[in-house]
């Protein structure tokens, strides 16, 4: 047998190890925000033909991402096949539009706050509770909620941990601990004289601006936005997942955030040899998850498998 097969094999038998049904339904919706912008989603739900109850999890995207962003469908899938109902966001200000995988609304991206960010999550909270978003296939347990979220949306998923009582488990991605922090002294005073900064988006060519207000928000909400600050209000079971080799947000802001996590039940796992986005990219057209991120799925499947009941 070949590296090559083997590697194959080994990638397919680790997921179908992690698989507890066959078949799931997939439904895609959108809800509206408090100021009445979509919040897109997809459902991914297990078909089980039967009465069980299956716990939710929340899937978050990061900054200049989005739900359907390179395997995070496919990682989706394979945690609705181990067991839980997973709805995957994108917030309302993200800056896609009617193409899932475009960010051709840059005139909202320029104003995606930390705080409509906070509240797209506390609206979607609301409607599964409400039997708003639903399956017919499948019964989900609303009350008991799990959480992930990928760089920003790890930021976020830890702010809405504290913040939200029915998020009842964790797991962050290379999560940024502290947003205030990543923001020099020339971009603060760019946002004061011209009322905007530009970001360069690698993967698109696209020049993108963020708004003054989104400092503005930040800095007027620290104590109440700032992961750093909300993860010594977390004590549910909380998994931080980092590469030593990010070249975006360093693994220490997973160090720091693991050691102010309140919760007794926390882990900081840290994966070798690999980067932010743990070996994957968009668009993601391979047959298997690349080897970093494939370990990653299996610790945040393993996790909720334990903790989220």
């Not at 706050?113 to 409400?130: E, M, N, V």
């Not at 946002?191 to 993108?208: A, C, L, P, Y």
């Not at 980092?242 to 900081?268: F, G, M, N, Q, W």
Request: with cysteine; charged share 25%.
């Amino acid at each position: 047998m070949t590296f090559e097969n083997w590697l194959s094999w080994t990638h397919l038998t680790l997921r179908k190890g992690n698989m507890e049904f066959d078949n799931i339904s997939i439904s895609s919706g959108q809800t509206p925000s408090s100021e009445g912008l979509p919040i897109r989603w997809d459902l991914y739900t297990p078909i089980s033909g039967t009465s069980r109850e299956f716990p939710v999890i929340i899937f978050l995207h990061g900054f200049k991402g989005f739900k359907d962003w390179g395997p995070f469908p496919d990682a989706c899938e394979d945690m609705a096949r181990s067991g839980f109902g997973v709805l995957a966001m994108n917030f309302s200000l993200n800056g896609i539009g009617e193409n899932k995988t475009e960010l051709d609304r840059l005139d909202l991206f320029e104003r995606e706050t930390l705080s409509q960010d906070l509240d797209d999550i506390g609206t979607i909270i609301h409607a599964l509770q409400k039997g708003e978003i639903k399956d017919s296939h499948s019964h989900l347990n609303t009350d008991t909620i799990g959480i992930i979220g990928h760089s920003r949306g790890g930021h976020t998923a830890i702010v809405a941990a504290a913040e939200y009582e029915s998020i009842q488990c964790l797991v962050t991605w290379s999560a940024v601990g502290n947003y205030m922090g990543r923001w020099a002294e020339e971009k603060i005073e760019k946002w004061k004289s011209q009322g905007f900064i530009e970001v360069d988006n690698g993967r698109t060519g696209q020049i993108m601006k963020v708004g003054k207000v989104v400092y503005e928000d930040a800095v007027s909400n620290a104590d109440h936005l700032m992961a750093m600050k909300r993860v010594a209000d977390v004590r549910i079971p909380s998994l931080f997942i980092h590469a030593r080799e990010d070249e975006t947000v360093p693994y220490t802001d997973s160090e720091e955030l693991h050691i102010e996590c309140a919760s007794k039940d926390k882990e900081l796992r840290l994966v070798a040899n690999t980067g932010h986005t743990f070996g994957a990219a968009h668009p993601f057209e391979e047959m298997d998850f690349p080897v970093p991120f494939l370990e990653v799925l299996g610790w945040t499947i393993g996790w909720f498998r334990e903790y989220l009941r």
